[in-house]
């Protein structure tokens, strides 16, 4: 098949669900430019480099505020010392659960990493319990299976490594928490948001989230964030994960920001565009894959939850030789040929496709999988749609070279 041509083919009729893209993100950059100068940011703001304790750090203080106003929350925690989206996640558990409280997954199974951080709490006395996928909406079902009221209920937005569930969007969310409510009025709900946001034109706090979590180099630091994380929602909890985060009594009117509040700013400003630029991407490139054959998730026409697109390759070789054309396709380390590896929380050997500016970012392009059937390939990233697609195109061209 005339790959050209495909292309081609794919830009026409893809044409509609590309417009609904552009007019997200056209929403989305206006929404964050709208937050910027509601919060007064200023060149001061900008230049700022607080050290030490950090008190009185006006980095810090203009990052909560953009990043709150940015997510329709009431207040928010944007540190770079929280490192990650797990780590935000462990922080907000360890700073809300005390022993005998109980949390909820209503989305199945958590992702790898995040199984030791529930492992550890169980040592607490915290209980643990999930809710089948499947049965995330049925309310006779929950009550059925859930005796004790959860302190906290936990919605992970985005597939994670179960590459046959989906992802969720925001009017699936916005069932869930209502379904919820419903049934346990009190509890923290807490949706992990890695990898959603920016994706539709509202995020979980506008649909009833207590508290979200995500990670900077996830896509919201827009390629420029060099770590860190956020923390948004509810106004009183916030400080309570603050106090837990620093120390009570400190809470957040500690933390330096050391002048990375520059980068983190000009990269939430710019998010909205990279991750519309990557979806219209791999919009067009779920739809070639399926005609070249493979499965992918999600199909082009389909409601995207989150920023991934995932491709079922079937066999080891084709899942190593794919990740290793991508990483060819990288403006950082493209010379060099990823291997599968053991990574701390995983079970299974993990394959690790990317090159860009920060470390471990999954906001530029990159792509990874597990060593285990059926070998998923989950793509995510990029500058923009042209390097998407002329870099997974070109990886599944060098892919089938190889592989007969």
Same mark, same amino acid.
């Given at each position: 098949?005339? /790959?050209?041509? /495909? ?14 893209? !552009? ?8 929404? #964050? ?6 919060? @007064? ?12 304790? &950090? ?22 925690? #944007? ?30 199974? =958590? ?13 607490? @006395? ?14 006779? $079902? ?14 992970q937005r985005s597939c ?46 506008? =649909? ?10 996830? @896509?919201? %630091? ?59 991407? /791999?919009?067009?490139?779920s739809y070639i894959l ?17 920023? =991934? ?14 990740? !290793? ?10 010379? $060099? ?7 701390? %929380? $995983? ?10 500016? #920060? ?11 597990? /060593? ?8 995510? &990233? ?23």
């Amino acid at each position: 098949m005339n /790959l050209d041509k /495909l292309l081609e083919e794919a830009e026409e009729v893809c044409r509609p669900k590309i417009r609904e893209i !552009q007019n997200v993100k056209r929403k989305n950059e206006l929404k #964050v430019l709208s937050a910027f100068r509601s919060a @007064g940011i200023d060149e001061y703001v900008v230049s700022f480099i607080g050290t030490g304790y &950090g008190y009185n750090d006006r980095g810090r203080e203009a990052l909560e505020r953009v990043f709150s106003l940015s997510f329709s929350s009431e207040s928010a925690i #944007v540190m770079p010392q929280i490192i990650s989206g797990t780590h935000a996640i462990s922080s907000t558990l360890f700073a809300l659960l005390r022993p005998k409280d109980g949390i909820l997954s209503i989305t199945g199974p =958590v992702y790898d990493t995040l199984k030791s951080v529930i492992n550890s709490m169980s040592e607490w @006395g915290i209980e643990y319990q999930e809710i089948p996928f499947e049965y995330r909406e049925d309310i006779e $079902y929950i009550k059925s299976k859930v005796k004790e009221i959860p302190k906290l209920i936990f919605i992970q937005r985005s597939c994670g490594y179960n590459w046959h569930r989906k992802s969720l969007t925001i009017d699936e969310i916005a069932k869930i928490i209502s379904t919820v409510r419903d049934i346990f009025k009190e509890s923290v709900i807490f949706v992990d948001n890695c990898y959603g946001e920016f994706v539709e034109d509202r995020e979980p706090t506008e =649909v009833g989230a207590d508290i979200i979590v995500g990670s900077l180099i996830k @896509g919201v %630091g827009g390629n420029l964030a060099p770590t860190g994380a956020y923390i948004a929602g509810k106004g009183e909890i916030i400080e309570k994960i603050g106090d837990f985060i620093t120390a009570p009594g400190q809470g957040r009117d500690i933390g330096p920001t050391l002048g990375i509040q520059k980068a983190i700013l000009q990269g939430l400003l710019f998010a909205p565009h990279f991750i519309g630029e990557s979806l219209e991407g /791999l919009t067009i490139v779920s739809y070639i894959l399926e005609k070249l054959g493979f499965d992918v998730l999600p199909k082009w026409n389909e409601p995207r939850g989150d920023g =991934v697109q995932r491709v079922i390759l079937k066999e080891k070789e084709k899942l190593i030789r794919f990740l !290793q054309g991508i990483q060819r396709f990288c403006p950082v380390n493209s010379m $060099y040929i990823p291997e599968p590896q053991d990574l701390p %929380g $995983y079970s299974d050997p993990v394959i690790l496709a990317g090159g860009g500016f #920060v470390q471990g970012s999954t906001g530029e392009f990159s792509a990874d999988g597990i /060593l285990k059937p059926p070998y998923v390939a989950f793509i995510q &990233g990029g500058y923009s749609r042209n390097q998407v697609i002329t870099g997974i195109i070109s990886s599944v061209e060098k892919m089938l070279e190889e592989v007969k």
